[in-house]
């Protein structure tokens, strides 16, 4: 089958005023931006794309924060061209905080957000960011895609937040299209729904343990100059893994 090209305007939220420098994200991992041509009129045009159903928004990075369009779908077919208008503006506010737990201030501190939505299902259409934890325990992600799930993890000295609850995290991923398994030793992300303009979530923290190693030649005497690494491993529904906090 021949393959679907795309022509795309991206636009302030009037729909006609063009945004001079834009992303377009597509689900699918070959199919990004260094696919797109612009045209001397400000038109975004794809190279064929394979005859499959996929998504597609646009991201533009202003000052006030990254500015995305809604997603939207297309099937292939005809006609052969689909030609979208995609305005963007600013996404969810999420001023958030550590929970009571951790003492403060809070050191070293940080949380990852993956911004995902089940509609969206294993379309590779899904956003990360990641901020600094202020010593008096809130971060501020200044505009993150609306709609969906909010998947955050935080870390800071001492404490990490907490894993939601086995029957938690088999519901979470029977929606996400699992089977509801939970994987053993892996951490995951508390989620909150990204819904309004604000999104004020508290995360649950624990204390992290401590790992003393010792480094023995076969006869038992400590060995120097060694180094030991371990990693923790973090899952971010449906699928994603990457080392805790990062």
Excluded at 48 to 71: C, M, Q, T
Excluded at 162 to 172: D, L
């Amino acid at each position: 089958r021949r393959g679907t090209r795309l022509r795309i305007a991206v636009t302030e939220a009037d729909g006609r005023t063009r945004v001079p420098d834009a992303h377009l994200i597509v689900s699918h991992d070959s199919l990004i931006t260094p696919l797109f041509e612009k045209d001397a009129d400000g038109w975004y045009r794809s190279r064929p794309l394979p005859p499959k159903k996929n998504w597609l928004f646009a991201v533009e990075f202003s000052d006030s924060g990254p500015r995305f369009s809604p997603p939207v779908e297309w099937e292939p077919g005809d006609p052969e061209t689909h030609e979208f208008v995609l305005p963007v503006e600013l996404g969810i506010r999420v001023e958030g905080r550590l929970d009571d737990s951790v003492p403060r201030p809070v050191r070293n501190g940080r949380v990852v957000v993956r911004c995902t939505n089940p509609v969206m299902l294993w379309r590779d259409c899904d956003w990360e960011d990641i901020v600094e934890i202020a010593a008096d325990g809130t971060f501020v992600f200044r505009s993150l895609p609306r709609d969906g799930d909010l998947q955050l993890i935080a870390v800071c000295d001492g404490f990490v937040s907490k894993s939601p609850s086995e029957a938690e995290i088999a519901a979470t991923d029977i929606r996400y299209g699992g089977e509801g398994r939970v994987s053993q030793g892996l951490h995951y992300p508390q989620v909150f729904a990204a819904d309004g303009d604000v999104v004020r979530p508290t995360v649950e923290m624990e204390l992290t343990g401590e790992c003393w190693i010792r480094i023995v030649d076969p006869e038992g005497t400590p060995v120097p100059d060694l180094g030991v690494r371990f990693q923790v491993t973090q899952r971010q529904f449906p699928f994603a893994t990457s080392p805790l906090g990062s």
